[in-house]
């Protein structure tokens, strides 16, 4: 997976209470994305980063948001989870803004 | 916005070509790719194709661009049961911003009999 892990792996959670899944790569790449997978609406990005501190919206952002304070570390938080939220969640990662994106394992989440 | 669509299924027997196909929205993509994605298990990149190319070809994978039509398509030769997985193809837009992002469409379930 090209040098990128998700942790957790798998995640069960209550409405209502605050959660962050973090992205870890060791390939000094600019770009890092958030997405989450869910049937019949395939890949939908949440949010990206294109540096250190610097991220920006997706298709699907309400409910989520990220820090990047290392080139390496991407955060996604749900401050409230919530059922709808319940999804496989990827990240990835790219070189530049256009090339092609490296994925990691995905973080099952489940909001109960 | 406007979707990347796919079929959502496709079977075919062991040994024989799988096509997969793929229209997309956005003209001025530079890149277009195709991903692979096993159970349980993240994307992997397959192959792309430039948008000045009209075909691409890497061993058993022929990828093909039609840019009058918009339409994208992935041949697998000589399909084998390992084949079997969901193949997602996604384009380049400009999302937000100055940076340009890929936009996937929902993915064909390969299946592989026998």
């Not at chain 1, 790569?25 to 869910?38: F, G, I, L, P, S």
């Not at chain 1, 496989?88 to 973080?107: H, K, L």
């Not at chain 2, 339409?71 to 969901?86: F, K």
Request: include cysteine; proline fraction near 3%; aromatic fraction near 12%.
């Amino acid at each position: 997976d090209a040098g990128i892990t998700q942790s957790p792996r798998h995640k069960v959670t209550e409405t209502g209470t605050p959660v962050t899944l973090r992205c870890h790569q060791t390939e000094n790449h600019r770009y890092m994305y958030w997405y989450r997978q869910d049937p019949g609406h395939g890949l939908r990005l949440i949010h990206y980063s294109y540096g250190v501190k610097d991220t920006d919206k997706g298709e699907v952002s309400d409910g989520y948001s990220v820090s990047r304070s290392k080139t390496e570390d991407f955060l996604l938080t749900l401050e409230s989870a919530t059922s709808s939220q319940t999804s496989v969640y990827f990240c990835a990662i790219s070189y530049q803004g256009y090339d092609e994106q490296y994925f990691g394992p995905g973080t099952r989440l489940t909001v109960t | 916005g406007e979707d990347v669509e796919q079929s959502l299924f496709l079977s075919v027997r062991e040994g024989d070509s799988s096509v997969i196909n793929c229209t997309y929205t956005d003209s001025s993509s530079t890149y277009l790719y195709w991903y692979k994605q096993e159970p349980g298990a993240g994307l992997q990149l397959l192959t792309y194709i430039f948008s000045n190319m009209d075909m691409k070809q890497d061993q058993r994978l022929t990828v093909l661009l039609n840019k009058k039509d918009k339409h994208l398509s992935l041949r697998i030769a000589d399909t084998q049961t390992g084949d079997s997985a969901i193949y997602f193809c996604a384009e380049t837009r400009n999302y937000g911003g100055s940076q340009g992002n890929l936009i996937f469409g929902k993915g064909t379930k390969l299946s592989v009999k026998p």
